[in-house]
């Protein structure tokens, strides 16, 4: 008993909680409900109905209250037959496959998603009351739940169909159930008269071209130095755009064969490195020394490896670039050029250090 009652509290407490948020959430009144059903029932097969599973016909009554919440409720009549010979609870003897009828009452809340489309699932949670002749047990009073979909045929009319389980808390059985519904709705309010309203005419004023913003991006067009910005740019005061763009230099420094000795002919293109690495405090580089095929493999890793140290080296004590912001690796003759060691050209070529340095920086739109 005391399982029961909580099954009728939460029960309440459920449907009231959804009329309270469905009513918080009305956009206009919703439409009454009427729905003729047919369905299939499937008892826990430990139960102690002592009926076989059967066909049952029902009819609903609810209530749409906005275009997610309805409440319903609905009432069926089972037709099934005894399982096993038995004795009700009236004393009598019962066959195996005597006749059985059940009523079904149900109280739901039905919850249906909105795709904006004709197809809508939905999930109904309710309270279920079973009452069964001949009885071999107690009523049932059931928690029940539902996943289900609609189809709108017209806007009135729609089919549904559902798969459906109840769970006794007194007995800790579970049935099922699938069943079809016929849905109509009706007693939509009609939408009020549309009354014609009369505007005076009104004299246009005189606009102010500064008043006006013609691309949308927060300068007045008096001020604004670029037409038909972009939506969402990144603007500066003038109305041009902030946008990011890619800097980057280059360097390249010859060695003669087998030395590390940087000439002071490439210490010009040593400061342009050490000037853009001044102004772009945020970047950094890795400094590559390189050989020709002369030699053997560990004899050029070494001397590549002398050869970018001697580069990092005027960069540090000839312009002052902080050391941690430099790197210096040696790859040997591991990274020869295009048809390499063909002429004495060749040779010079491969004898090489290479840097790149790349950044991104802000630039106002047309200053560059």
């Not at 809508?120 to 009523?139: H, M, W």
């Not at 519904?181 to 102010?208: C, M, N, S, W």
């Not at 580089?285 to 080296?313: K, P």
């Amino acid at each position: 008993m005391m399982k029961k009652n909580h099954v009728l509290i939460f029960s309440t407490i459920l449907l009231v909680n959804t009329i309270n948020i469905a009513v918080a959430e009305q956009t206009e009144s919703g439409p009454y409900i009427v729905a003729p059903s047919v369905g299939y029932y499937f008892f826990d097969r430990d139960n102690n109905n002592n009926a076989d599973d059967g066909v049952f016909y029902g009819i609903g009554a609810g209530y749409q209250i906005n275009k997610h919440f309805a409440i319903e409720g609905n009432y069926a009549r089972l037709n099934s037959e005894t399982k096993n010979p038995a004795e009700d609870q009236d004393w009598i003897w019962r066959l195996d496959d005597e006749k059985v009828n059940a009523d079904m009452y149900r109280l739901d809340a039905i919850f249906s998603l909105d795709l904006n489309s004709d197809w809508a699932p939905y999930v109904a949670v309710g309270y279920t009351r079973l009452e069964q002749s001949p009885q071999f047990g107690d009523d049932d009073d059931m928690m029940s739940a539902a996943l289900g979909i609609k189809r709108k045929i017209t806007p009135t009319l729609s089919i549904r169909a559902e798969a459906r389980t109840f769970h006794n808390f007194d007995n800790e059985d579970t049935d099922y159930a699938v069943n079809a519904a016929l849905v109509y709705r009706f007693g939509a309010e009609k939408p009020a008269p549309i009354i014609p309203v009369v505007i005076p005419p009104t004299i246009p004023q005189p606009i102010d071209p500064c008043s006006l913003d013609d691309d949308g991006d927060g300068v007045n067009n008096c001020d604004d130095k670029c037409a038909n910005t972009p939506a969402d740019s990144r603007i500066e005061v003038t109305g041009c755009r902030i946008l990011e763009v890619p800097v980057k230099i280059r360097l390249e420094v010859l060695f003669d064969y087998n030395k590390a000795i940087v000439k002071e002919q490439y210490f010009s293109e040593i400061q342009k490195v050490a000037d853009f690495m001044r102004k772009y405090p945020s970047t950094n580089t890795e400094i590559q020394g390189h050989t020709d095929s002369r030699g053997s493999d560990a004899y050029n890793q070494d001397l590549s490896q002398r050869r970018a140290d001697a580069v990092r080296e005027v960069l540090v004590s000839q312009f002052s670039i902080d050391p941690s912001r430099l790197s210096s690796v040696g790859y040997g003759e591991s990274r020869l050029l295009v048809n390499p060691e063909l002429t004495d050209l060749d040779y010079q070529m491969n004898r090489r250090v290479m840097a790149h340095i790349e950044t991104v920086v802000e630039k106002v739109e047309g200053s560059f």
